[in-house]
């Protein structure tokens, strides 16, 4: 999951607590959160994504976590998805 900010302990107890009531195995290897870095240092206005875009950092961790699996990027971003040179899926479901 990409987020703006670091989340709080108390969220990811929170998330992990509604995975384990799913009876998800292995939920806490499965579930990332990953902020892109220097996000203090860009505008207010830029979107989620875009901050993505310019987070190397934050995309190499993408791509080691997705390391060549299909995958999905919601919203699509055709110059993210040549970033991180995986194959994502858009909604609706044609390969990029």
Request: charged share 25%; net charge positive; hydrophobic share 45%.
């Amino acid at each position: 999951m990409i987020v703006p900010f670091e989340l709080p302990m108390e969220v990811l107890t929170y998330y992990y607590k509604i995975c384990e009531l799913g009876d998800i195995s292995n939920y806490k290897e499965r579930l990332h959160f990953i902020c892109p870095e220097n996000i203090a240092k860009f505008p207010k206005k830029f979107s989620l994504a875009k901050l993505l875009y310019y987070s190397p950092r934050a995309l190499r961790q993408i791509k080691n976590i997705v390391n060549y699996r299909s995958a999905y990027l919601v919203p699509v971003i055709k110059q993210l998805t040549q970033m991180i040179d995986i194959i994502i899926f858009d909604l609706k479901t044609k390969i990029i």
